[in-house]
């Protein structure tokens, strides 16, 4: 079983929209929860973090975890072409300094 | 300075080409990373140096040689690689306390080429 599952398929939204992306994980033992965005030809920017249960709030961004469904999920509102880019989830894996990746979802706002 | 530099941006090797990637912060960061990302992928562990010493080698072939001068530098020296090894090479660097692990800032990537 891998240890973050994110469904990879690309989403396309019009601009405005509210964008919803989620993941799961498999261990319980998991403390921190990591969105990043990348965009195309680029590496991976820390968007948002959360730190076991509970939602965070970052402008547009909000991003929440359930740990009693291992489920991570980032909502995007007002959402805006320049937000087009591919979304990962990411958790803290085995030991220290160790990021597990979700597959990404690659998101198109359209104008 | 939130950087983190890599170069060169893009390279083209033939399989038997000795290269090296090179990487630089200037954060006062202790863990650096290698990753490897292919097209359309999530970035895949390669190498984590933390305090200039190697403390995780994800099972990469010996062709891929990480080296780190000083804390502030990681280089990946290349030798005799496959067409496959063709993909996003990103460098990361963090804090090496637990807690701010996860702030781990990443460089663009050199986009390399096997031929």
């Known amino acids: 079983q891998k240890e973050v599952e994110q469904d990879p398929g690309p989403l396309s939204v019009p601009e405005g929209a509210i964008v919803s992306l989620n993941c799961t994980y498999s261990n319980s033992a998991f403390q921190y929860f990591m969105w990043y965005r990348q965009y195309s030809r680029k590496g991976p920017e820390l968007l948002m973090y959360?730190?076991?249960?509970g939602n965070k709030e970052d402008g547009r961004f909000t991003a929440q975890v359930d740990k009693s469904s291992k489920y991570i999920s980032l909502f995007i509102r007002d959402s805006q072409p320049s937000d087009s880019a591919t979304y990962l989830c990411?958790?803290?894996?085995?030991?220290?300094?160790?990021?597990?990746f979700g597959k990404g979802n690659q998101v198109v706002v359209i104008p | 300075d939130t950087e983190v530099t890599q170069t060169p941006k893009h390279l083209v090797m033939g399989m038997t080409n000795k290269k090296s990637l090179k990487c630089e912060q200037h954060m006062g960061h202790r863990a650096m990373y290698w990753y490897k990302q292919k097209a359309k992928k999530p970035p895949e562990l390669m190498f984590v140096y933390s305090y200039e010493k190697l403390s995780i080698n994800e099972s990469v072939p010996s062709r891929f040689s990480p080296e780190c001068p000083n804390s502030s530098l990681l280089n990946l020296h290349l030798h005799a690689l496959q067409p496959e090894d063709s993909a996003l090479y990103l460098c990361a660097s963090s804090q090496e306390k637990f807690s701010a692990a996860f702030e781990a800032f990443f460089g663009q990537g050199t986009r390399l080429t096997v031929v």
């Open positions: 959360t730190y076991s249960s």
């Open positions: 990411a958790t803290m894996g085995r030991g220290n300094n160790r990021l597990a």
